[in-house]
């Protein structure tokens, strides 16, 4: 089918005559029309958005899917600021309760913090910046893990020393360090302030003194390790420690034999060495200590003042 043919009027021919319209006449005539068209659909778009202010629907629906996102993120921040506080509340139960029943030392800060010193704060109002929120959202919760993690690791451990609790009941030195059951043994001198029997200057003694004599047996109060055996001249004389673990250990000072070698293993009630007058003593005496982590803690807080002589022998007499 072909096209119509035009015709039009030719004054100087007085004569109709087939019109022709020229391809590029043509071509310029619909691009006026496309141009045209294009500014006026800009101008509707203008008008409608910044004009009157309203919304495409694509631009409605991000904007409620990132309302949505603001939303869910608020509530993930909520949710970890709460496991945050359960976290730190359980962290100062453990340092402050349970802990210290083991004699274990408690976890410091910069420990548990994981090395990030804590964890940052911001309001989610004041923060225009979505992208920057959910970035530290996701730090938090990163040093939150890690928290959880050097905490869990902590009840392991007390979970350990209490299955260790029978073993810790023999450790603690809870017993005196000779019979003082017997009429022979003397207290002679308490934990605390008191004029230096040498000098009469006030000064700390760091244990009790039992008296009696010479060659009396001296007992480990409670199992451990021989950690230390040594002499000073101008203190302690012949001495032993002796490491009972859980943060414990006694010293025995002023002994004349000593009859375990460091290192060994010592059980509650074993004899351990006897009664001296060495180093600076003015008379034949043991010098018991009680060292708790790394104090010397009165030693009389440890053992029963009343103990038999029946039951004291019952505990040192060789077992097995
Ligand atoms: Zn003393």
């Known amino acids: 089918m072909s096209t119509p043919k035009r015709y039009k009027f030719n004054p100087e021919t007085l004569a109709y005559e087939i019109h022709k319209i020229s391809m590029k006449a043509r071509f310029s005539k619909g691009f006026v029309v496309f141009l045209v068209s294009l500014v006026?659909?800009?101008?509707?778009?203008?008008?409608?958005?910044?004009?009157?202010?309203?919304?495409?629907?694509?631009?409605?629906?991000i904007r409620s899917a990132n309302v949505e996102l603001a939303n869910k993120l608020e509530l993930l921040n909520r949710r970890f600021e709460e496991a945050n506080r359960s976290l730190t509340a359980l962290q100062i139960r453990d340092n402050y309760v349970y802990r210290p029943i083991f004699g274990m030392e408690e976890i410091s800060q910069d420990v548990r913090n994981?090395?990030?010193?804590?964890?940052?704060?911001?309001?989610?109002?004041?923060?225009?910046?979505?992208?920057?929120?959910?970035?530290?959202?996701?730090?938090?919760?990163?040093?939150?893990?890690?928290?959880?993690?050097?905490?869990?690791?902590?009840?392991?451990?007390?979970?350990?020393?209490?299955?260790?609790?029978?073993?810790?009941?023999?450790?603690v030195p809870a017993i005196p360090p000779v019979n003082i059951a017997m009429r022979k043994i003397k207290f002679s001198c308490n934990f605390g302030y008191r004029p230096d029997p040498f000098t009469r200057v006030y000064k700390m003694h760091t244990g009790i003194d039992l008296s009696g004599p010479i060659g009396e047996p001296i007992y480990a109060t409670g199992n451990g390790k021989i950690m230390e055996v040594g002499f000073d001249f101008f203190g302690y004389g012949n001495y032993i420690i002796v490491d009972h673990g859980f943060g414990y250990k006694t010293r025995y000072a002023h002994l004349k034999n000593i009859i375990v070698n460091m290192g060994r293993s010592v059980r509650r009630g074993e004899q351990i060495a006897t009664m001296g007058n060495t180093g600076r003593s003015t008379g034949p005496h043991v010098h018991y200590e009680v060292i708790y982590k790394n104090r010397t803690v009165d030693p009389l807080n440890y053992y029963n003042r009343d103990i038999a002589a029946g039951e004291f022998k019952a505990l040192t007499e060789p077992k097995g």
């Open 114 to 171: 994981a090395g990030f010193g804590g964890v940052n704060r911001y309001s989610y109002l004041e923060s225009v910046d979505k992208s920057g929120i959910l970035t530290s959202t996701v730090m938090n919760i990163d040093v939150l893990y890690k928290k959880a993690y050097i905490q869990s690791r902590s009840f392991d451990d007390v979970a350990q020393q209490a299955k260790n609790a029978d073993e810790m009941a023999l450790c």
């Open 40 to 61: 006026v659909s800009f101008g509707y778009y203008f008008i409608y958005t910044d004009y009157f202010k309203m919304e495409t629907p694509k631009m409605l629906s």
